[in-house]
């Protein structure tokens, strides 16, 4: 796939989404992506192989999410995987600063090596368990794409999130079970459907905040 190609339906996408990207911006992220599928023959760090599919599930399904980050500091992608939604949010957000942790070690060595190639001085890359990991600071986001279900991101988490900071989830078809099973110490304050260029399936963000009430 050539990189006009790619490089147009990124910025179809962009234009789509209404963001604001510099043309830095947009090489970065192409950048990205080609490292990711270089990276990817060798290591199988994402079932998607197709370009262009990798250009509307994987950037421009993180960006999507973009309006919903504004006005934080400090931003955990937890399970980021080859950095989704993370790498791609860190391009558009130089300001906020973004821990992107995985357990995977052959996708934390791309994720260093990803950072490193793209300068992103704003990205840190983590090889831990969530359980585990204890973070210098708190966070005003803990963001994931890829978590099994809110419940055991709620409880595997909760350590990582400043009190006045939120949980952003993203998930395809609104999880009625699993919002089922949040317990009255958190409370989904907003759920939102999010739209993703040329993207049939549903997409949904879940916002969600510590309550204190443990009765």
Same mark, same amino acid.
């Given at each position: 796939?050539?990189?006009?190609?790619?490089?147009?339906?990124?910025?179809?996408?962009?234009?789509?989404?209404?963001?604001?990207?510099?043309?830095?911006?947009?090489?970065?992220?192409?950048?990205?992506?080609?490292?990711?599928?270089?990276?990817?023959?060798?290591?199988?760090?994402?079932?998607?192989?197709?370009?262009?599919?990798?250009?509307?599930?994987?950037?421009?399904?993180?960006?999507?999410?973009?309006?919903?980050?504004?006005?934080?500091?400090?931003?955990?992608?937890?399970?980021?995987?080859?950095?989704?939604?993370?790498?791609?949010?860190?391009?558009?957000?130089?300001?906020?600063?973004?821990?992107?942790?995985?357990?995977?070690?052959?996708?934390?060595?791309?994720?260093?090596?990803?950072?490193?190639?793209?300068?992103?001085?704003?990205?840190?890359?983590?090889?831990?368990?969530?359980?585990?990991?204890?973070?210098?600071?708190?966070?005003?986001?803990?963001?994931?794409?890829?978590?099994?279900?809110?419940?055991?991101? %709620?409880?595997?988490?909760?350590?990582?999130?400043? #009190?006045?900071?939120?949980? $952003?989830?993203?998930?395809? &078809?609104?999880? =009625? *079970?699993?919002?089922?099973?949040?317990?009255?110490?958190?409370?989904?304050?907003? %759920?939102?459907?999010?739209?993703?260029?040329?993207? #049939?399936?549903?997409?949904? $963000?879940?916002?969600?905040? &510590?309550?204190? =009430? *443990?009765?």
């Amino acid at each position: 796939m050539r990189l006009l190609e790619k490089q147009q339906a990124l910025e179809a996408g962009i234009k789509s989404l209404e963001l604001d990207c510099s043309s830095k911006q947009v090489d970065q992220l192409l950048k990205y992506l080609e490292m990711l599928e270089r990276w990817n023959k060798a290591f199988n760090l994402t079932a998607i192989r197709d370009p262009i599919q990798m250009v509307r599930l994987h950037l421009l399904d993180s960006l999507a999410i973009h309006p919903y980050i504004q006005g934080v500091e400090r931003i955990i992608d937890v399970g980021t995987g080859p950095g989704l939604p993370g790498i791609p949010l860190a391009i558009l957000n130089p300001e906020i600063n973004f821990t992107l942790l995985d357990s995977n070690g052959k996708k934390t060595r791309f994720l260093f090596q990803a950072i490193n190639d793209l300068a992103l001085a704003n990205a840190t890359e983590v090889n831990q368990r969530v359980e585990t990991y204890q973070a210098k600071q708190q966070f005003d986001i803990v963001l994931s794409r890829a978590f099994s279900s809110l419940s055991d991101m %709620l409880s595997q988490c909760e350590h990582l999130l400043l #009190d006045k900071g939120c949980f $952003l989830a993203m998930k395809g &078809k609104k999880p =009625d *079970s699993e919002l089922s099973q949040i317990t009255k110490v958190y409370k989904v304050v907003d %759920l939102l459907e999010v739209y993703v260029p040329h993207i #049939d399936s549903e997409r949904h $963000l879940i916002k969600i905040i &510590k309550t204190g =009430d *443990s009765t």
